[in-house]
Structure formats: C-alpha cells, structure tokens
C-alpha cells in the first residue's frame, strides 16, 4: 500500500506554524508609593525583543546575561526605557531613574524585569503615560501597563495605535 506523504507535511506545516508565531507582549506595573513620594516602575519584557530594540537605537548587541554581556549594558537599558516611557505628573514631563534589573535564571531566562523610579513626587493630580517600548520592533507589540495611584488601579492596553493615557484625580 502507497501514501502519500501530503497529509502528514500538510499537518507538520499548520502545526508548526502555530507554535512559530511568538506573542509580542511587555507587561508594566506603575504604582505611586505615598510614603516614599515616588513613582515605582516595573517592566518585563522578552530579552531578545529587548536586545532588537536596543539594536534599533544605536546601540550594541548587549548579550544579556550571558559570558558576552556588554559591559555597558544597564547604561543602555536604561536608556532604551528613558526613551520609550514618559511620564508627565501635573502635565511636568518627569524623568525615569533607573533602579535596576533581574531575571529569574531558574525559572524565566527568556525575559527580564526592569525597574525605574521618579523621586520627589508629593501629590498627583494628572498622569499622562506614553508607553512605546518595543513599537518600533515588532507591528504587533502590545504592551499591558497596570497603574495604582491614588487609591485608584486601572489598567491600560498599548500598541502601534495608541501609545499614551492621561487619569485625572
């Protein structure tokens, strides 16, 4: 008996292909810390999406956390995010410090938490938030922002088309 080899490549190829098309999405907390009178920031994102963007800018293939890591590379990191995070409190465009990074090496080595702050922040009346991390890499790049300030928590959705949201107290 002669089959014919169609079906099974068919199948291999529709499978393969779902499996093939990676989700573009980043995932931010922005939470307002009364006590500290700042602004936290936590951002994660896919290393190697990140390293295209960073690319993209200018800069340096920065091999995170491998043995060929950039010695540079929290100065571009935290560059990269300058750039495509605004914030304006009270309609004052403010600027993120950085803070740090870390992966979980056991765990989740395929993405990274960055974390970035704004001091000196006493009362907030207006947010404005411009988020276009990674935009510019991927057409299909979301990016997922959480906000908690003021005892108020909402939840943003940004892409190619919608890039900032302003919350008013």
Same mark, same amino acid.
């Given at each position: 008996m002669k089959y014919s080899m169609f079906p099974f490549v068919l199948i291999l190829v529709? =499978? /393969?292909s779902v &499996?093939?098309?990676p989700i573009h999405l980043s995932v931010s907390e922005v939470n307002y810390n009364s006590e500290s009178n700042s602004i936290e920031i936590a951002q994660k994102v &896919? =290393?190697?999406d990140l390293e295209d963007g960073i690319?993209?800018?200018g800069g340096p293939k920065l091999f995170?956390?491998?043995d060929k890591e950039h010695q540079d590379s929290d100065t571009w990191l935290a560059k990269y995010f300058q750039q495509h995070i605004k914030l304006k409190v009270?309609?004052?465009e403010v600027m993120l410090k950085w803070v740090g990074r870390e992966t979980d090496p056991k765990h989740d080595i395929q993405a990274i938490w960055i974390y970035m702050e704004v001091t000196k922040i006493k009362k907030i009346k207006a947010l404005e938030v411009k988020n276009t991390v990674l935009l510019a890499v991927h057409n299909d790049q979301r990016n997922m922002v959480h906000l908690t300030c003021n005892d108020d928590k909402? /939840?943003?959705l940004f892409d190619e088309k919608k890039i900032t949201e302003i919350i008013q107290w």
């Open positions: 529709l =499978i /393969s &499996f093939a098309h &896919f =290393i190697d690319e993209l800018m995170l956390y491998t009270n309609e004052k909402v /939840s943003w």
